[in-house]
């Protein structure tokens, strides 16, 4: 499922490019019919069909990126090498060579090989070309092409055997599903639902278009689409042609739509705002030009049950409309501008029922996508594992201070050899150390920690604060050699200092104290339930005050609010921990339960964004105490204030 994750978090890079490509081919195909071709039309008809006329190659550059285990365009370059190798050996003139025939004679199978599916293959070649072959070393002789060098040219040779294979499937694969096509033909109105249904199913690999030739083409004789654009001219039949096309529209313009306004409405909080740009921009080029792709794509791997209840509902759709009856073509596809164009059409008929049958169909999708969404806990955008969403970018590089922070830590660990693993909560660093025995408590403290604990065996946990995201991936890529260490821990050890007697190291929120030592922080109480000491926390890092002062809460409720006005610093991805900045520069952190980092954020919401600003009283997060007390840990929820070591917390 991981693996189905990453998969669907790839295809948003290629993803987010088509919405507006579609919208300018829609354009252009709009102005064309209404005032004819002109130079504006071509233009941007150019500028969109570069983009959608190469979507496979689109693809097999960005999942080649998506995949690859550190974004390198070395990895792109491997997925275009992998492009190029299987789609020149499967082009017309190639095969015709090979196989000693005329080009015409050539199965019409490979005049659609440049398709999606092909793309996607090509992507994980590239990809895993990468991640096995990156850090490649060749002998002297060959030292040229050691490492990223020899990822494109394995996937090169990778891709010679994928084009063999599909040499000899393709034409079988192809010719099969025109031969069901002419079958589900004859079936009349139920025909045209079993075409809409696969129609959808196929689109993933990219083989719908060989049915579309049976029903839209002169394939099998039935030319629904050429026949309806040419209207009283052709041999179209008024209540027969366009069967095989009018049930498209309310699913592209009014269904998928409403698909898209669940998964916003069904997105984690924090990544709302990412998921709306692209899930509104693909709605748009759904409605206005029936462009699908960017929607479905966006949540066909990661909800593939989902995408068969699409493809139901297209069937349905087709089914009826053929049924109530309802005519209606296209020339670019079921949008808008296709529905304007075509309502005067002598073919079309009851064209005034398409947007009726339209809402209804956003209402079903919005509703039932919403219910299996949640039902199901799918993957849809903004909803993936924590560990699958990864930002785009290399690690920060130069002596910033969380670089500087991570080499030291690293020393103060032991070296990158003493450290077997590290992950993070929300202030601390969680590791699994080899030899506890090295680590240089004093050095880290050094370095920035407000406090070390050894919790036994080899686990080993360093608070730092707020920004402790930063630091653990500082320290990663210094341990992977990605980045290098800074200078500025240059012969540093946990006893030198600088002329002034004082340790020059990095200044976390934990150190930064305030001037009004012994103050009392009074706040609204943030959850409700009884109001505890902070030593009944059951945690040492919390009960000692190694964090910082506070007081904690057995919850009785499920709704923490904001305790006074406040700036939303941090929220830790899993949700069970938040980052306040008060309005006199006090930094607080609510900790939902003790060691609830380890529920992955099952039974938590978060319901604000990092930098939003709150007032005392806003609704912050909801949890399931159930679920915590299920997974055997404790609901006490610490409130703590990290800036201040003198300060005391008091409730009003």
């Not at 900045?581 to 607080?588: F, I, K, N, Y």
């Amino acid at each position: 499922m991981k693996f189905m994750q990453r998969l669907g978090r790839s295809f948003m890079l290629p993803v987010a490019v088509l919405p507006v490509a579609a919208i300018l081919m829609g354009i252009s195909y709009w102005i064309s019919s209404i005032w004819g071709t002109s130079v504006f039309s071509v233009f941007i008809n150019a500028a969109g069909a570069a983009l959608l006329d190469n979507m496979a190659l689109l693809f097999a550059i960005g999942i080649s990126l998506g995949m690859a285990n550190k974004t390198d365009g070395t990895s792109a370059l491997a997925g275009l090498a992998s492009w190029l190798v299987v789609t020149t050996i499967l082009s017309p003139g190639t095969v015709a060579a090979l196989m000693g025939i005329a080009v015409e004679d050539v199965n019409p199978a490979f005049l659609v090989t440049q398709n999606v599916f092909v793309g996607i293959l090509c992507g994980l070649i590239g990809a895993w070309s990468y991640n096995k072959f990156k850090d490649t070393k060749l002998p002297d002789a060959l030292s040229f092409f050691s490492g990223k060098r020899s990822v494109a040219i394995v996937s090169a040779a990778m891709s010679l055997v994928l084009a063999v294979v599909l040499l000899f499937v393709w034409p079988f694969v192809y010719t099969g599903l025109v031969t069901f096509g002419e079958w589900i033909s004859t079936l009349g109105p139920w025909g045209a639902g079993l075409y809409g249904f696969f129609n959808r199913l196929l689109i993933p690999l990219g083989l719908h278009h060989a049915l579309n030739s049976v029903f839209w083409f002169d394939v099998a004789g039935i030319n629904d689409l050429n026949n309806f654009l040419l209207g009283a001219n052709g041999e179209g039949v008024f209540g027969v042609t366009g069967q095989y096309m009018t049930g498209f529209f309310p699913i592209m313009m009014f269904g998928l739509p409403g698909a898209a306004l669940a998964m916003y409405v069904t997105a984690k909080s924090t990544r709302k705002k990412v998921v709306a740009g692209i899930l509104l921009s693909a709605a748009i080029a759904s409605f206005f030009v029936g462009v699908t792709e960017p929607l479905e794509f966006s949540f066909m791997f990661l909800a593939p049950w989902l995408y068969v209840v699409h493809a139901f509902f297209t069937g349905i759709s087709m089914a009826v409309m053929s049924i109530l009856p309802v005519r209606m073509g296209f020339g670019f596809s079921a949008g808008f501008i296709d529905l304007v164009l075509g309502w005067v059409n002598p073919l079309a008929q009851n064209p005034w029922i398409i947007p009726i049958a339209g809402v209804f169909w956003f209402i079903v999708y919005f509703f039932v996508f919403r219910f299996i969404i949640l039902k199901f806990n799918l993957k849809t955008p903004g909803r993936e594992d924590d560990d699958v969403v990864e930002e785009v970018g290399d690690a920060p590089s130069g002596e910033d201070k969380f670089a500087v922070a991570a080499a030291r830590f690293i020393q103060g660990l032991g070296g990158k050899d003493n450290i077997v693993e590290i992950d993070n909560c929300a202030t601390r660093l969680r590791m699994e150390i080899s030899d506890t025995s090295k680590v240089d408590e004093p050095a880290l403290k050094k370095a920035g920690a407000a406090g070390v604990m050894k919790p036994g065996g080899h686990s080993v946990q360093v608070i730092y604060g707020l920004n402790v995201q930063f630091v653990k991936d500082a320290m990663e890529e210094i341990i992977a050699g990605r980045l290098d260490v800074p200078e500025a821990i240059s012969g540093w050890s946990s006893t030198s200092a600088d002329a002034g007697g004082t340790t020059a190291t990095t200044v976390t929120a934990v150190e930064q104290k305030t001037d009004s030592a012994g103050r009392v922080v009074t706040l609204r109480q943030p959850v409700q339930g009884a109001v505890l000491p902070l030593s009944a926390v059951p945690d040492p890092m919390f009960a000692e005050g190694t964090m910082g002062p506070g007081i904690a809460v057995d919850p009785v409720g499920d709704t923490v609010i904001a305790p006074a006005d406040a700036t939303v610093a941090s929220i830790f991805p899993t949700g069970h921990a938040i980052g306040l900045v008060l309005e006199d520069g006090t930094e607080l952190l609510i900790h939902v339960g003790v060691d609830t980092v380890n529920m992955k954020g099952d039974g938590f919401e978060v319901l604000v964004s990092a930098g939003d600003t709150v007032t005392a009283g806003t609704p912050l997060l909801r949890f399931d105490a159930a679920k915590i007390d299920a997974a055997g840990l404790s609901a006490i929820t610490p409130v703590i204030v990290l800036n201040d070591e003198s300060a005391t917390v008091a409730f009003d």
